[in-house]
């Protein structure tokens, strides 16, 4: 036997022993690498005479090509071993269960505005935003609270350092009635909106936190009047509790914004030292529980919102969201709202399928 048969026969052996992929590539180095045995007769071969290379050169590629042929081979071998031991490790078991979704749920103050928003839309209502960092001059200036009106000390502002563009100082909002300035400014007349939102005083005890929710109502147009503000308001609270029995008290308040304005309650019941709303609040076990602010928008705010007060006349009013959801839904500590408590969320939050819908009624199940 040749030097080269044996060469190759050990070749071959070595390569069928190979047991994983990284020795294979250890011998196709030892054998065909630059440095590599074969490699280096093959270099051998440009030494020789032209009678020499004839006679030897046919051996030496031989041994080469069989090398490569079986180092090929035993590749795919492994590959397809390799292949087989990974899917065997894969299986997938199609008896298990899907895995738990993250579950959330859709909290009571977003539940209400949406419903509120769905109310207020079949009424022709559209929801409009404002900024919460506002500018002093629409949370009071335009609202008819000039610099030096006592109003704005009950409002507990929280104040930035920064000076507005509009003079004064830049703030966190303190209602979401600048909105009804914003919107009239950009939109002008006639209007119908609603514009629900995050608003902060300072101020924080089990009834009050820094942060909660308004909605502001407002409509502007010919010819509106306080009719139009009670017929509006009660419809929305028939709808919004769901009962036809609401009773609502008009009473003379004072807003700046307003004139006249006009403080709503409602009536309510006590039954097992729960207040139950309906019947007028007049009746023996009944009370009126303050519900809201309104009033006609006060011509001045209509004028510097840019709009002529002698054509364009309009309603507003001004709700806290946080109260109606415990009123709906039966929360008696503010403070929880914000907690971010999985217990309280799971309990009062609502399911994302809860849409409120007029004809499915507005009035979730969670
Ligand atoms: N902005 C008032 C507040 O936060 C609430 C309010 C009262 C809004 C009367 C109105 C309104 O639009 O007409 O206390």
């Known amino acids: ?52 290379r004839q006679e030897k050169a046919p051996a030496i590629q031989a041994l080469r090509q069989s090398v490569t042929d079986a180092i090929t081979a035993r590749k795919a071998e492994l590959e397809a071993a390799e292949l087989e031991a990974r899917l065997a490790t894969e299986t997938l078991d199609l008896t298990l269960p899907a895995p738990q979704a993250p579950q959330g749920s859709v909290h009571p103050v977003s539940q209400v505005m949406d419903e509120l928003a769905e109310i207020f839309a079949d009424l022709g209502f559209a929801v409009a935003t404002g900024p919460e960092i506002e500018d002093d001059w629409y949370n009071f200036t335009a609202l008819n609270m000039p610099e030096s009106h006592p109003a704005r000390a009950m409002h507990d502002t929280f104040y930035f350092p920064d000076t507005a563009p509009k003079g004064g100082k830049m703030l966190l909002r303190t209602h979401t009635s600048p909105v009804q300035v914003r919107t ?9 909106i609603i514009a629900p939102g995050r608003v902060y005083r300072s101020d924080s005890d089990a009834t009050h936190t820094p942060m909660f929710h308004q909605i502001e109502g407002l409509v502007i147009d010919k010819g509106i009047h306080l009719g139009h503000l009670k017929w509006t308001l009660e419809t929305f609270l028939k709808a919004f509790f769901e009962t036809e029995d609401i009773v609502l008290r008009l009473r003379p308040s004072y807003f700046p914004f307003t004139e006249p304005s006009v403080e709503v309650d409602v009536g309510f019941a006590i039954e097992n030292g729960k207040r139950i709303l309906g019947g007028s609040g007049d009746e023996a076990g009944h009370g009126w529980m303050e519900l809201l602010g309104s009033g006609m928008v006060n011509r001045r705010v209509i004028e510097m919102s840019g709009l002529d007060p002698d054509e364009w006349q309009g309603f507003a009013f001004g709700v806290g969201v946080d109260r109606l959801a415990m009123l709906k839904y039966g929360m008696d500590d503010l403070r929880a709202f914000f907690d971010g408590d999985t217990r309280w969320l799971n309990h009062y939050g609502f399911s994302p399928f809860d849409q409120p819908t007029l004809s499915a009624g507005v009035g979730a199940r969670s």
């Open 1 to 52: 036997m040749s030097d080269h048969d044996q060469t190759g026969q050990e070749a071959q052996s070595r390569i069928s022993a190979a047991e994983d992929l990284s020795a294979l590539e250890a011998l196709r180095v030892e054998y065909l690498g630059k440095q590599g045995s074969i490699s280096g007769l093959l270099k051998t071969l440009g030494k020789m005479t032209p009678e020499e």
């Open 184 to 192: 009239m400014l950009a939109e002008g007349a006639p209007l119908r």
